[in-house]
């Protein structure tokens, strides 16, 4: 099980009869949506969403993005955990470094009785990772115990680095209108490459195990307001770069990224 330090109080509820009511609403929307709109799509065992790159010689040093954090909901009554991360970062598409904060949901769901019972947490974290430097089964996200959140509630997150081992993290909860601004160094041995900035949902992966945990059943996140900064000193939206489909363990798409407009990233569960 992953790390669930400094969780929201649980939340017992109901699932959706079959499923959220989702941007795709026929077999048709859902094969067009995993199919995308973009030419340059790709696919990842992992994430969902959408990646932009800068200009040849030039690194991210800025990135930004806000979504309404959504509530998660168990695939099956099972009784196993799901999960699901909705996050902002630097590197890790090409590159083995990532620098990325955001926030992550665990679920589950029983019958009893013959009445469906589901659990449902979160926490706020943020991370800066190489699999160079350590053992990737001793790495976790570090837990931002402080900021204030709830599902529904709208937050930021601004990253920016001040050199390619140190950064600046502005996470704001927008509802609350609070900010919890940190700085934060690179891990010994490693140093930020810059080569893509994204906006992602993902499923976590099991840090005994190594492999992906179930995605939760999210329903659809927008990354609103998306862009990112470069050495040169130029900018670009989101829609400058490519989306991302995840997929299972078969090549099954479960989550479409797709580029909506000039700034804003969308994600849906299938």
């Known amino acids: 099980m992953l790390r669930d330090a400094h969780l929201l109080k649980p939340d017992f509820g109901e699932p959706p009869p079959v499923r959220q ?3 795709a609403t026929t077999e048709a929307d859902v ?4 199919r995308g709109a973009q030419p340059n799509a790709e696919t990842s065992a992992i994430w969902s ?7 040849d010689g030039a690194t991210v040093n800025t990135v930004y993005g806000e979504w309404v954090v959504p509530r998660p909901y168990p695939p099956a009554l099972n009784g196993t955990f799901s999960y699901d991360s909705t996050w902002v970062g630097i590197d890790g598409d090409g590159s083995s470094d990532i620098l990325l904060a955001g926030i992550t949901a665990n679920t589950m769901g029983v019958q009893v009785f013959g009445n469906p019972q589901v ?5 706020a974290w943020y991370d800066w990772w190489s699999p160079e430097t350590v053992d990737p089964r001793a790495v976790y996200p570090k837990v931002i115990p402080n900021f204030p ?3 529904g509630e709208k937050i930021a997150c601004y990253i920016y680095v001040t050199s390619t081992r140190s950064a600046n993290i502005d996470l704001y909860n927008m509802s609350r209108r609070q900010m919890m601004p940190f700085s934060l160094n690179a891990p010994p041995d490693t140093s930020l490459v810059g080569n893509c900035a994204e906006w992602i949902v993902e499923r976590p992966t099991d840090p005994v195990s190594l492999r992906p945990t179930q995605l939760a059943n999210y329903g659809s996140v927008a990354f609103e307001s998306c862009f990112a900064v470069f050495s040169d000193g130029t900018n670009a939206s989101s829609d400058a770069g490519s989306n991302i489909n995840m997929t299972d363990d078969v090549g099954g798409v479960i989550s479409v990224g797709n580029l909506v407009g000039a700034d804003v990233v969308t994600c849906t569960y299938i």
């Open 21 to 23: 009511q989702l941007t």
């Open 119 to 123: 659990v449902v947490s979160a926490y």
């Open 31 to 34: 094969e067009q949506l995993a």
């Open 149 to 151: 959140f709830a599902f």
């Open 49 to 55: 969403g959408g990646v932009v790159r800068p200009p």
